[in-house]
């Protein structure tokens, strides 16, 4: 914008000078979204948010922009973890928006110079583009909604196919119902939409299959649509017009448009075309799948996404010799302010050149093929392209192939295998896709990838540089980032896959576990602990099952290790489960369902064990009310009537004091009963009583290294074990030995297990003096073995 400021003033209309001097400190102040963003942060609901009346006396302009900017802005803490990016709005872009606000200074011109002024920028702009896009004697039509181009053609059609359509309206179509074909790839919605606008039935919208046999699997039956059209010509209805692509909007693919072409002359219907890869048509090389769309009836550019224009209009270019249907149409119009819809356009294509709209075609094309030429190296990726020397979209996704071996057996057990099955193996990968997909666009927001749902694949990902790199600024090494952590995904998703069977086999073979089966979760799996209650009351029981689960997931995110554990997806989870997230290949399952299984033990044995102590301190209170109400009536008879009464019982204590012992209770959790407290008053101290049960507790792992994180296998070779481990390792295995059987290795000893190892010991201990009385010296090879070990 500056360039186009710094020429001399003197030779621009000062009113045009003050409107980009304008335009560029309104651009200036609203992409300045770091000023006072932490003092707005701060004030989450400020006063200036809440709707207000409008100030009479008016705002200024730096007011205004600022209120603009806040409502830009205003809401950058409440993001998630998907990335907020702003259009990159560069020179030409300012040109764009400049383009709207002379619109709307030329409109106030004179009805003569605005019609010269209108016309000049209509052609200039309708001449690039048919030069640019290869369409010969072409007229443009500027339409805000890409549809709308579409409409406007449908109804040109109408009128020239139904010549008394003007005079009789809707029973010239009732005669001779029309039918509009379009493929089963197009953009959802596009037919319902025409049909709505046109104020036509849904039986007049044709959907033609795509190809099931030969060719691809996105583009158009060709064969299938000539027997379409033939049945509705022997029904009486009229074929009117075919929609086409020249890239599909999920895969990207081109139809036959040559054979199109001729069917469409063969039934004088009319034939239209859309999609991204009309793109290619302004670079030197063009495909001839693609160059074929030259010769259709009109076609639809998007130009503001593939040049990276905001707010310019979509063109559709067509060709039409009867310039009173296009006005009856709507394609053309009469009045001046409606042309200055290319004005916008007209000052961008300027500043871009032919050169610079090139540039960025060709640009966009690289950057598709660098990433095609890269996902051919990697293992378990699939590509879906149409042709793999050039093509506009790239659409891939994560999928395990067999091997020659793998695919006979894999074949000789496809008839043995139910559908419900097979059909699971797609929605996992359909669930792995899908995460991936997000994964990367959550890496590389520049690459602009995304996720589509296609009819045969499934789900995928897609990378589309037309509609995203003139936007995102999508560079070289920006693709390059991408293939990276692509390269760093796919392993993890290869191990969760692989150990996804595994983890469900393991959890199914233990009763304490309930595997849970959700084909939409991209992880390893998820679990439930199984709780067994005698409860009969259910929702007692589903209260304390999401009390344990809930617990259980707790203590597993606690553990050091690099597994996510989660309550699953907000919307559409199982309750009370714990989700696993993704997996890497040296994950130890069984390890890990132990884990699970002595933890939710553990959370329920201390579960049970504060409910049975509440019922024994409860039963307690109960037995020690009783007791000091017998005490108190004990009491009374011992001190007699007179000493209750307030004044005589007074002086009688005065005169002749009464002693008595204190008798108190205090309630041992132990042994669960009342004991009296008349030892603790005469020593002074409570006595010991005995010694409370250990907490249970398990071992939530095995013995690992230094450093080493939970549930991951030991990949060491024998021949990297050291002697001083070796050591240790036996001096483990002795002490084990020592352990009492019934002792986990984990669990503390209680009383009597101390005891009994303190006896061992001493009869060890006395075994091995008696050796040594009976030896005056150990032989010299154990002395030397154990200097050398006590060295070491």
Known sequence: MSACLSCPLQMVDPTLAEMGKNLNEAMKMLEDNQRKVEEENEKKYARKDIPGPLQGSGQDMVSILQLVQNLMHGEEEEETSQSYRLQNVGEQGHMALLGHSLAAYISVLGRERLRKLTTRILSDTTLWLCRLFRYENGSAYYHEDDREGLLKICRLVIHTRYEDYTLEGFNVLYTKQPVIYISSAARTGLGQALCNQLGLPLSCMCRVPCNTMFGSQHQMDVALLDRLIKDDVEFGKLPLLLVANAGTPGAGHTDKLGRL???????????????????????????????????????TLTLGSWLGLPAVPAVTLYRHEDPSLSLAAGLTSSQPVEKLRALPLWLSLQYLGHDGIVERIKHASQLSQRLLENLKNLDFI?????????????????????????????????STIQHPIMSNKRHIYDTFNQWLGEQLAQLVPASGVDVVELEDEGTCVRFSPLM????????????????????MKIPVLTSTLQLREEFEQEVRGTASLLYIEDLGWPGLGVVRYNYHSDEKNDDKQEEELEKINTELLKKLNELESDLTFSLGPEFGGQK??????????DLDVSELVETIIATGREIEENSRLLENMTEVVRKGIQEAQLQLQKANEERLLEEGLLRQIPVVGSVLNWFSPFQALPKGRTFNLTAGSLESTESMYVSKAQG???????????SLAKQRLPGQKAFKRSLRSSDGFSETSSISHCEDLDKQDQRPPNLSPGQEQGPLERERAEEQKEVAQAKTDTEDIHSDKSPPDCTKAEDQASQR
């Open 468 to 487: 995203t790199s003139a936007v995102l600024g999508t560079e070289i090494q920006d693709i390059d980032h991408l293939v990276d952590c692509l390269k």
């Open 382 to 414: 699939k590509t879906s392209v149409e042709d793999e020397l050039s093509s506009p979209v790239v659409v891939f996704k994560f999928f395990q192939e067999y091997s020659n071996r793998d695919q006979t057996s894999h074949a000789a057990q496809a």
């Open 576 to 585: 009370n489960c714990v989700y696993i997230g993704m997996v890497t290949e």
């Open 261 to 299: 072409k001729e069917l469409c002359e063969q039934y004088k219907m009319w034939l239209h075309v859309e999609g991204v890869n009309l793109a290619t048509l302004a670079l030197g090389y063009v495909s001839s799948s693609v160059l074929a769309a030259t010769k259709c009836d009109s076609m």
């Open 688 to 698: 010991i009583g005995s010694t409370p049960p250990p907490t249970p507790t398990s």
